[in-house]
């Protein structure tokens, strides 16, 4: 019988906006979900600036992750969401620092995120 999908807690990552998780974890398996540029500590979203808005939804995951028991190094893939694909190649840089280990990947363009944020991130990785 397999095991029911665990809620996972994560204190030093942004609370929820609505009725979900910050992530599901499902065995060996961890479903975070998308992270924006809010920081935990002040409530508020990053400045309006793509590559400060992509390092603070990365942190954010980082956290999800920890708490989870994983980390960046186990991500297996990601999905990215732009408001504007002018933003694709700064996004780029500050993903690429902390995904050294190039996971799958999604990005596409959305007309809109919470908050007025800028991008999104969410993802599938994996636990020890």
Same mark, same amino acid.
């Given at each position: 019988?397999?095991?029911?999908?665990?809620?996972?807690?994560?204190?030093?990552?942004?609370?929820?906006?609505?009725?979900?998780?910050?992530?599901?974890?499902?065995?060996?398996?961890?479903?975070?979900?998308?992270?924006?540029?809010?920081?935990?500590? %002040? /409530?508020?979203? !990053?400045?309006?600036?793509?590559? &400060?808005?992509?390092?603070?939804?990365?942190?954010?995951?980082?956290?999800? =992750?920890?708490?989870?028991?994983?980390?960046?190094?186990?991500?297996?893939?990601?999905?990215?969401?732009?408001?504007?694909?002018?933003?694709?190649?700064?996004?780029?840089?500050?993903?690429?620092?902390?995904? %050294? /280990?190039?996971? !799958?990947?999604?990005?596409?363009? &959305?007309?809109?995120?919470?908050?007025?944020?800028?991008?999104?991130?969410? =993802?599938?990785?994996?636990?020890?």
């Amino acid at each position: 019988m397999s095991q029911a999908p665990k809620p996972v807690s994560a204190p030093r990552a942004p609370a929820a906006l609505g009725p979900y998780s910050a992530a599901m974890a499902c065995g060996n398996l961890l479903f975070l979900s998308g992270q924006t540029p809010i920081d935990p500590v %002040t /409530g508020e979203l !990053a400045e309006a600036d793509i590559r &400060v808005q992509t390092e603070r939804c990365i942190l954010n995951l980082q956290a999800v =992750l920890e708490a989870a028991g994983s980390s960046l190094e186990q991500v297996a893939k990601t999905t990215c969401f732009l408001t504007d694909m002018a933003h694709f190649a700064a996004f780029n840089e500050v993903y690429a620092r902390f995904f %050294t /280990g190039k996971p !799958a990947r999604s990005t596409v363009a &959305v007309k809109a995120l919470p908050k007025g944020a800028m991008v999104e991130i969410e =993802l599938i990785a994996v636990k020890d």
